[in-house]
C-alpha cells in the first residue's frame, strides 16, 4: 500500500502542477497541431522525391511467345506483329523507359533479381519493394486479357511505398496500357514469410482518370487485412505522444530527487517505506502518468485532429500499457542511477532529444538515414511509436506483438536494474 | 533506562570524518541538547540515529534496539523533523500530514483525527488546508514538526528546528518542544543556538568537528568553562593588528573577533573592560553594543575549542 501512496500523492503533487501539465500535455498537443498540420504534405508521394531514393528489385515477366498466338491471328499479320513485339516488352519498356528516364532514375534504382533472390533482399530491407513485372504480356495484352504488375513493399517503409506506387500509376497512365493493373502489395509480415492477404478495390481517384481516357483500368491494391496509409497528423500523434512519455518517465526521477534534496524521502523511509516501496511508487506514478497522458493525447488527436482510432481497441489498450510500463520502468532505473539535478538535466535536455530523434518523433524514420532507421526498433519510444502507428493503419494484435513484448520486457529490465542499484541514504 | 545509547559511532565519508568516535547516552524523557556549529556532525549523528545512513563503526541502540539489526523497530519509535522543511509545497499542511500519517497506518477518521491534533499543536488548525507554498518559514517549520508527530513517537529528533524564522514562531517552537518533553517524550535537539538549548535541555553534549568534545547536565557542562565571565562587543571593524594589542596585554583571556563581533573570554571581565575600550576606541568603527555575561554554553564552546559557535 506504501507504494500507491506514494504514487497517488505524487501523481496529486503533479496534476495540481500547472507547469508540469503543460510540459506534459499543452506541449504535445500544440506539437501535434503544429506538426501534423504543417507536415501533412510530408506525407504525399510528391514531397518524399526530394528527399529519399529507394533501391527496388525488378522480377522479369516471361516473355512473350507468338506460337500461342497462332491459332487465332491470321498468319499474314504475324510478321506484323512480330515487328511491334519489341513494342509491347513490358520488361524492357519499365527498364529502359520507365526507370531510367530522367526523373524517375533520381529517384528509383533497380536491380534484376530472381524471385527467392529478390525476397531475401526485402527480408534484409536492401531493396524497398519488389516489382514483379506480368509473365506474356504482349500475348494477353493482344489477346484483351488484364495483366498486373504487382508490387511488393515493406510496411514498415511506408514512404518507399508511396513512391512506388506514384510510380508506377504514373507508368500505367502515361502509357495507357489498359491491361496494366498496379497492385500494391503491404506485406507487412514479410521478413516471416507469413501473411494472409485480402483484395479490396481502392484507388478510385486512378479509375476515374482511366475512364475519362476510355482506358478500362483496373487498380488493384493488395493489403494486408484492412490495411491503410497514415496521415500526418496520425503519425505525430503517435510520435509526440510517445516522446512526451519520455518526459513523464523524467517526472518520475525529478519526484525521487525532490524527495531525496527535500528530506521528505528520508521521512518515507522512517514512516516505514521500504526501498523497493519508494520505487513501486515512481514506478506507479509514471505508470499512471503516462496512461492518462496517452488517453488524453490520443482523444485529442480523435477529437480534434480527425484520426483514426485502431479498430482493435484491447490491442491499442494493451499497446498503451505497455508503452507506460516501459516508461514508468525507465523511471524506477533513473530514480536508480541519477543521485543530483544535473543527471536529470542531462536525461531531460539531451537524452529524451536523442531518443525522440532516433524513434522518429521529429522526422519520419523512414526519411532518415538508412544508418539510423534499425536504432528506431531498439528504443522503447520508437516502438511504441511504430506500434501505435501500426494499429492505426489498421493492424491487428499479431502486427504489434512483438512490440508489447519488447516493451514489457524493457521495463521489467528497467526496473530490476533500478531496485538493485537504488540507494536511499545517498546523496 | 536509556532511549538512546551511542557506543563509539564513527561516520566517514571518503576521507572525510563526519563524526567521530562518539559516545553518549540518552536517559528516557530526557530533553537532550546536542550543540555545535555547522558541520559539527549533528545532522550526520541524528541521521544515524534514524536509521536513514549507516555508520561506519559503532553502534546505536534506540530503545534497546540496533540500528544495524532492528531498524524498522527504531523507525516506529521516532519521529524526526529534518533540518531542511521536509514536506510538499504544493499540498497543503492537512495533506502533508495525511500523506505521512497513511505511511504510518493511519485511515480514515483516525487520520483525520490526529491530522486536527497536530494542527493544534503546531497551532495551525486555522491555516491547515492553506498550501505550504503560502505559508512563512515559522509556519513552515511548525508543520515540520507535525509531520514529525504523526506516529506519537517515543523519541522525537529536531534537527535544528528554528532555523531562519521569526522569534514569535521560534518561541511557538520551543515551547511546544518543551510540553512534548513533559508530556512524556523524549527529545534530542541539535542546535548551534545556545540560548535555546540553555531554555530547553536537561543535558546538553557539545560536538566539534565530529566528535564530543563536552557532554553531562547543563550546570555540569557550564562549569567546564571554569567560571569565566563572557564579554560581547559589537564592532563594525577590527584590525587585526589591535586584536594582537589586546591579546598581548591581556593574555590570559581568550579572544576572537569574527563577524562584526569581538568575544572575550576570562574571569572578573569587569576590571579589564577600560582598557579593552581605550584600544578599540582607536578604531575608526563604532562599538554598537556591549554586553558581559556570566559562565554559558558559549563561553564554554570558547573555552574548549577557541572559537566561537557561530564559527
Keep these: 500500500m506504501h507504494g500507491l501512496f506514494i504514487a497517488l500523492n505524487d501523481l496529486k503533487i503533479t496534476l495540481k502542477d500547472r507547469k508540469v501539465t503543460t510540459i506534459l500535455l499543452l506541449m504535445p498537443i500544440l506539437l501535434i497541431t503544429v506538426l501534423g498540420s504543417a507536415l501533412s504534405s510530408a506525407f504525399t508521394p510528391d514531397t518524399m522525391t526530394d528527399l529519399h531514393q529507394i533501391t527496388i528489385a525488378i522480377v522479369e515477366g516471361e516473355a512473350a511467345n507468338l506460337n500461342d498466338l497462332e491459332r487465332f491471328i491470321p498468319m499474314d499479320q504475324m510478321e506484323e506483329i512480330e515487328t511491334s513485339l519489341s513494342d509491347l516488352d513490358i520488361n524492357r519498356i519499365v527498364k529502359e523507359e520507365v526507370l531510367q528516364s530522367e526523373d524517375i532514375k533520381s529517384l528509383v534504382s533497380y536491380e534484376v533479381l530472381d524471385h527467392h533472390t529478390a525476397l531475401s533482399k526485402l527480408q534484409a530491407k536492401d531493396v524497398a519493394g519488389i516489382v514483379y513485372l506480368p509473365d506474356q504480356f504482349a500475348n494477353r495484352y493482344i489477346m ?27 507508368f500505367s497512365d502515361q502509357l495507357s496500357l489498359p491491361r496494366i493493373a498496379v497492385s500494391v502489395v503491404q506485406e507487412e509480415n514479410i521478413k516471416e514469410g507469413v501473411g494472409t492477404f485480402s483484395f479490396s478495390k481502392t484507388g478510385e481517384d486512378i479509375q476515374s482518370l482511366v475512364s475519362d481516357k476510355g482506358i478500362s483500368l483496373e487498380f488493384l491494391q493488395k493489403t494486408e487485412a484492412g490495411k491503410q496509409l497514415i496521415s500526418s497528423k496520425e503519425y505525430y500523434t503517435s510520435a509526440v505522444a510517445v516522446m512526451f512519455m519520455l518526459f513523464s518517465a523524467g517526472y518520475g526521477l525529478m519526484n525521487m530527487l525532490h524527495d531525496r534534496d527535500h528530506y521528505t524521502l528520508m521521512r518515507q523511509l522512517i514512516a516505514g517505506a521500504s526501498k523497493f516501496q519508494m520505487l513501486l511508487g515512481k514506478f ?32 491499442f489498450m494493451i499497446l498503451i500499457c505497455a508503452a507506460s510500463f516501459a516508461m514508468a520502468g525507465l523511471s524506477v532505473l533513473l530514480c536508480g542511477i541519477v543521485k543530483n539535478q544535473r543527471g536529470a538535466v542531462i536525461f531531460q535536455g539531451l537524452i529524451i532529444n536523442i531518443l525522440s530523434l532516433l524513434g522518429g ?6 526519411v532518415m538515414p538508412k544508418i539510423f532507421r534499425p536504432l528506431a526498433d531498439l528504443t522503447p519510444n520508437g516502438r ?3 506500434a501505435f502507428v501500426h494499429l492505426i493503419e489498421g493492424g491487428q494484435w499479431s502486427s504489434i506483438s512483438s512490440s508489447v513484448l519488447m516493451l514489457f520486457g524493457f521495463g521489467t529490465l528497467c526496473l530490476l536494474i533500478g531496485v538493485c542499484v537504488f540507494r536511499p541514504a545517498e546523496r | 533506562m536509556y532511549m538512546v545509547e551511542i557506543n563509539n559511532l564513527t561516520k566517514k565519508y571518503g576521507s572525510l570524518t563526519a563524526v567521530d568516535d562518539i559516545s553518549l547516552k540518552i536517559e528516557t524523557e530526557d530533553l537532550y541538547g546536542l550543540l555545535g556549529p555547522n558541520g559539527a556532525g549533528k545532522s550526520t549523528t541524528i541521521s544515524t540515529i534514524s536509521t536513514f545512513i549507516q555508520p561506519t563503526s559503532g553502534d546505536i541502540l534506540v530503545g534497546g534496539h540496533s540500528i544495524l539489526t532492528k531498524a524498522s523497530a527504531i523507525r516506529k519509535l521516532i519521529g524526526l523533523v529534518p533540518q531542511d522543511v521536509a514536506l510538499y509545497p504544493t499540498l497543503t499542511a492537512r495533506e502533508n500530514l495525511s500523506f505521512f500519517g497513511k505511511l504510518y497506518g493511519l485511515r480514515g477518521k483516525d487520520l483525520s483525527k490526529k491530522a486536527d491534533e497536530i494542527l493544534e499543536t503546531v497551532g495551525l488548525r486555522d491555516r491547515g488546508n492553506e498550501k505550504i507554498d ?3 518559514g515559522g ?16 523519541l522525537l529528533i529536531l534537527d535544528e528546528p528554528t532555523v531562519g524564522i521569526d522569534p514569535q514562531s521560534r518561541n511557538h517552537i520551543l515551547e511546544t518542544v518543551k510540553n512534548l518533553n513533559q508530556r512524556g517524550m523524549t527529545v534530542i535537539y541539535t542546535s548551534h543556538y545556545m540560548e535555546e538549548v540553555e ?12 566528535k564530543l568534545i563536552a557532554q553531562g547536565s547543563k550546570e555540569e557542562v557550564c562549569a567546564l568553562a571554569g567560571n569565566e565571565e563572557t564579554l560581547t562587543i559589537h564592532i563594525s571593524q577590527l584590525s587585526a593588528q589591535h586584536l594582537q594589542q589586546l591579546q598581548t596585554i591581556l593574555p590570559e583571556y581568550t579572544m576572537h573577533y569574527g563577524d562584526g563581533i569581538l568575544t572575550v573570554l576570562g574571569k572578573k571581565i569587569h576590571s579589564v573592560l577600560g582598557d579593552i575600550l581605550t584600544i578599540l576606541n582607536t578604531e575608526k568603527s563604532k562599538i554598537t553594543s556591549l554586553d558581559v555575561q556570566e559562565p554559558n554554553l558559549e563561553s564554554v564552546f570558547l573555552h574548549l575549542t577557541g572559537r566561537a559557535l557561530r564559527d
Excluded: W
Design chain 1, 384 to 386: 511504441a511509436s511504430r
Design chain 2, 199 to 210: 531554555f530547553l535541555c536537561k543535558h546538553i553534549g557539545i560536538m566539534d568537528q565530529g
Design chain 2, 139 to 154: 509556519m513552515k517549520r511548525r508543520i515540520n514538526i507535525g509531520v514529525g508527530l504523526m506516529n506519537d513517537p517515543k
Design chain 1, 284 to 315: 506507479l506514478y509514471t505508470l499512471f502518468l503516462c496512461v492518462i497522458q496517452l488517453s488524453i493525447l490520443f482523444a485529442y488527436g480523435y477529437i480534434a485532429m480527425g484520426i483514426r482510432l485502431p479498430s482493435d481497441l484491447l490491442a
Design chain 2, 134 to 136: 503560502t505559508y512563512s
Design chain 1, 361 to 366: 518523433s521529429f522526422i519520419p524514420i523512414e
Design chain 1, 144 to 170: 484483351g486479357n488484364k495483366s498486373e504488375i504487382k508490387i511488393v513493399t515493406n510496411t514498415d517503409s511506408q514512404i518507399d511505398q508511396m513512391i512506388l506506387d506514384a510510380v508506377f500509376r504514373s
